[in-house]
């Protein structure tokens, strides 16, 4: 395979990865409406059977709702969302070992930072690539902080470095809220498509870049 064509394999794993994502998300949500309805369900079904019990079973049903609306929810987009952001991770690593092969200087590992950043600055500085410093890339920026926070700090933010970035974040974005204490993360269901459209517009504007610099290579 020629330099091109590894390049280009990079992105088209890239996009096979993030409609991999988008499937993982449209499966999960359609679980969690199915999953909320079944709790509905088991909930006539027992008290039908059990009206003495109606007690407890109205306990056990407004437990299971906020499992149903929270709990799971948090569980499966938080999920997908740290493999999204993984995975544009591993393909700008990847692209920059690739490009590595064809340029002299540091390597990448040799360089400060780390994730994203650490990418870009090798594009920058060592390939000397035109690199996209677009709204997208400034928001891939935050959604990073936020991946953070939920990695290492379970959404718990209310003293947390990050919390002015997830702050700003919401405002641009819309797309998750935080607690009335600013504690807590809660992700809507149109959190990671809109991180997904995000991550595949900069990948765009990040192609048209490379190919440029391949073209003059």
Not at 23 to 29: C, D, Q, R, T, V
Not at 60 to 78: C, F, I, M, N, T
Not at 185 to 199: A, E, K, Q, Y
Request: with cysteine.
């Amino acid at each position: 395979m020629t330099f091109n064509s590894h390049v280009v394999a990079r992105f088209g794993r890239l996009y096979i990865d993030l409609d991999r994502v988008r499937a993982a998300h449209h499966l999960a949500e359609e679980a969690l409406v199915r999953h909320d309805k079944r709790v509905d369900e088991w909930f006539a079904e027992n008290l039908a059977r059990d009206p003495n019990d109606a007690e407890l079973i109205s306990y056990l049903h407004a437990e299971q709702k906020d499992d149903a609306a929270r709990g799971y929810p948090q569980v499966l987009r938080s999920s997908l969302f740290v493999t999204s952001y993984a995975f544009l991770e591993l393909f700008m690593t990847g692209l920059c070992k690739e490009i590595k092969k064809h340029v002299s200087g540091p390597d990448l590992n040799d360089l400060r930072g780390e994730g994203i950043q650490r990418a870009r600055l090798f594009l920058t500085s060592v390939a000397a690539i035109d690199f996209p410093d677009t709204t997208e890339w400034q928001r891939l920026l935050l959604y990073g902080k936020l991946r953070n926070v939920i990695v290492h700090a379970q959404g718990e933010l209310a003293e947390h470095a990050s919390l002015p970035a997830v702050k700003q974040l919401r405002a641009q974005e819309k797309t998750f809220e935080l607690s009335d204490d600013a504690s807590t993360i809660i992700l809507h269901d149109s959190f990671n498509p809109r991180l997904l459209d995000i991550v595949q517009t900069f990948s765009q504007q990040l192609n048209l870049n490379v190919s440029a610099y391949i073209g003059a290579s």
